[in-house]
Every structure is written in structure tokens, then in C-alpha cells.
């Protein structure tokens, strides 16, 4: 098993006065000192970056090395798996402990995007489809037809996805590291208006996450450490699944790479989706995060607005999906994604997500994916308990 020692974040948003090295020695130094491993004892880094372009830093991997002088010749590596690099790097690090390669690895994820325009930043996440069918389509084109693809086998939904982005900024409320900390109601998330026009119909502004800059960092440590460190966290189960790009070429309301890596981490972990008790989950658009109660099992094909209308899913309910207010206003700086959910995650299953946490939480599910379904990453992740 791997374990996780310690972490840390900065906020995510409009971060004008950090570089991406700023961050990246942010995040790390305080996952370090969280976990109370030295520098010198880390054998490895995994970094987490998507760029496609968006910042000239393109080779970061070696910009760790600010955080403290003692990483100078650790072997450092640079993960990209679009949308899913954050989770790239922890899963990296996590075979190269289970190998034997390395005890202590620590593991940054990372993006700089707020600097350049809405439309750079909407070019560059769109190298990540598939370009021989897709080039040119934004990720919202790219989401707004599985959207129309679901009005049209299951009518309209509208209101549920207004219900999804105003759960998840009521959320973001309780997350000081968030980039949009502020409620918003469902009648405006589910109207048109001039402060909420359609990007791709039928998404609206408010279906779309969050343009930002942000890292976040996890320390992750092997079995025999454990009686070094003074909380750990155990990946139970984690599964990764890879689709073809090429939406031609899937049905893509069955959202079969997500569902194949959940109920894979569900198998490995020996649990159901009955036995969790927290999520967080990739809603890059508030279509993808209905469709994933569909592929987490909660819900049937066509039903996951049910999960809405009964609390399921909501702060309180018996599965609360996106405490931290997720993509959507949490913010989504695409490299740091993964490692955040992980990190958020693992704050909940040891009591220490503060005015997030989820009472008695034990078991958390963390869903991340690359492209529209394409790279799909599941961790489920438990505190070991003394």
C-alpha cells in the first residue's frame, strides 16, 4: 500500500503576484512541512502540468528544486495527461513506491492560465481533443454536445444543472482556498442573462468552470514509514482507464472510461458505492459532474437528477459530492486538479477539512479526467486509523 503523509495548497484563482515557480514552491514547501519529512528524504518528484501552451515555462519539472535546496538531484518528472496531470503524477509516484524505487515522492500539481486571454486560454485546453475531428472546438462545443445529447434522450435538464453549479459555489463558501467564495442562486444559474449568456448552448457561464492559477502538493510515503509520520492516508483503490479521443467513436452518454475507472477503484478497494461517504468529482462542466453520478452508480441512465432532488449529493446529504465547491468554483488550474482533489480528500477522511468537512468521514472517492472521458483516474482513499 501507499500512503499519504501530508500536503498542501494554495488558493486557486487570479494569482497575479505568483510565477509558476512561486507556486510550485508554495504548495510544496507546506506539503513538507505538513507531513514533517525533510527535503533530504524525498527520493523522488512527480510534477503534474498540462501548459498546451499557456505559459512559456514548458520543462517545470526542475523549478521544485526552489522549494528547498536539498532537492537538488532528486529525479524530478514533468506528467501530462490534459485535464488529468495532477492525478497522472500521484499515480506515477504511487508505482514508483509500490517498485521500490522510492519511500518518500513528492508529488506537485500545477498550472499558471488567468494571464492570457478567455480565448488563448479555451485554444490551448482545446489541443487536448481529439484534432482530426475536433481541432477547433472548444472544450464547452465539446461538453454542450453531450449536453444536447442528453436533453434530447432524456429531455430537458436545465435545472439540474442549475441545481449542481449552485450546490458547488453554496460549497465553495466553506473553502478558503477557493477561487469563486461565494453562493449563487439556481434561478440565476438556470436563466439566460447578460452576466450569464450561453457559451455553447445549452451551456450558460455558469455550467463552465473556472479559468485559474493555482498548486497543490501531496507528500506520499511507503508502508514502513508509517510509524514516521503522524497521519497517513491509505489509496485503498485506484484504477486508471484510457478511452479513444475521438467521440465519433464512443456513446458518449454511457461515459464508459469514467464508469470503467470507478468501478474498477471500487473492486480494488472491496467496496460499493453505498460504502463511501464523500466525493469529489470533475465537474468541468455541470454536465460531466451529472453524468458522473450516473457512472459512480448513484443513479440510473437518465436519472442522476434524482440524486439532486433528494439531497444525495448535497452538503449533509449521505453522499456529498464536491464540498470544496469543485471545478466549478473552487477554480480549475488543469495540472493542480488532480493532486487538489486528492488532497481535499484526504483532508476529509482524517478530520481536517475544517469548515468542509463531512462529519465522520472515512472513506472519499476522487474522480479526475483528462479530455471529454478520454484519461480517467479513480483513487479511493481511507485515513488509517491508530
Not at 88 to 117: C, N
Not at 226 to 248: E, F, P
Request: proline share 4%; net charge negative; charged share 20%.
Amino acid at each position: 500500500m501507499v500512503y499519504i503523509a501530508g500536503w498542501g495548497h494554495t488558493k486557486f484563482g487570479k494569482l497575479t503576484d505568483m510565477s509558476l515557480e512561486d507556486m510550485i514552491a508554495a504548495a510544496g514547501r507546506e506539503a513538507l512541512a505538513d507531513a514533517g519529512i525533510g527535503a533530504a528524504d524525498v527520493d523522488s518528484i512527480w510534477m503534474g502540468h498540462f501548459n498546451g501552451g499557456l505559459v512559456p515555462d514548458g520543462f517545470p519539472s526542475s523549478l521544485a528544486m526552489s522549494i528547498d535546496p536539498a532537492l537538488r538531484f532528486k529525479p524530478a518528472m514533468r506528467l501530462e495527461n490534459a485535464c488529468a496531470s495532477g492525478s497522472a503524477a500521484v499515480f506515477a509516484a504511487r508505482q514508483a513506491i509500490l517498485s521500490g524505487e522510492a519511500k518518500v515522492a513528492l508529488v506537485i500539481g500545477v498550472e499558471k492560465m488567468t494571464h492570457l486571454p478567455t480565448a488563448d486560454v479555451a485554444t490551448a485546453l482545446g489541443h487536448a481533443a481529439y484534432q482530426k475531428e475536433e481541432a477547433g472546438l472548444s472544450f464547452p462545443g465539446v461538453f454542450a454536445q453531450f449536453a444536447q445529447a442528453y436533453f434530447e434522450k432524456y429531455g430537458d435538464h436545465t435545472q439540474a444543472l442549475a441545481k449542481i453549479a449552485a450546490k458547488n459555489h453554496g460549497n465553495s463558501v466553506n473553502n478558503p482556498l477557493a477561487q469563486l467564495q461565494k453562493p449563487m442562486d439556481e434561478a440565476f444559474c438556470a436563466a439566460v442573462s447578460d452576466r450569464n449568456p450561453i457559451i455553447a448552448a445549452p451551456l450558460k457561464k455558469t455550467d463552465c468552470s473556472l479559468v485559474s492559477d493555482g498548486a497543490a502538493a501531496l507528500v506520499m510515503v511507503s508502508e514502513d514509514l508509517l510509524g514516521d509520520v503522524s497521519k497517513a492516508v491509505r489509496m485503498r483503490g485506484v484504477a486508471q482507464v484510457n478511452d479513444v479521443m475521438a467521440m465519433s467513436q464512443r456513446d458518449v452518454l454511457a461515459f464508459e472510461g469514467p464508469r470503467k475507472a470507478i468501478h474498477a477503484a471500487y473492486d480494488r478497494a472491496g467496496i460499493t458505492v453505498g460504502d463511501l461517504d464523500v466525493a469529489e468529482v470533475h465537474d468541468c462542466f455541470t454536465i460531466a459532474e451529472l453524468l458522473i453520478y450516473e457512472a459512480m452508480g448513484l443513479a440510473a441512465h437518465g436519472h442522476a437528477a434524482d440524486v439532486l432532488e433528494g439531497g444525495v449529493v448535497h452538503a449533509g446529504g449521505t453522499l456529498p459530492v464536491n464540498l470544496s465547491g469543485g471545478l466549478k468554483a473552487k477554480g480549475h488550474p488543469v495540472g493542480a486538479t488532480g493532486v487538489s482533489m486528492h488532497t481535499l480528500i484526504a483532508r476529509q477522511v482524517v478530520g481536517q477539512a475544517d469548515a468542509m468537512q463531512h462529519p465522520g468521514a472515512e472513506l472519499g472517492l476522487v474522480f479526475n479526467m483528462g479530455g471529454s472521458g478520454v484519461a480517467n483516474y479513480a483513487s479511493i482513499l481511507e485515513a488509517v486509523k491508530a
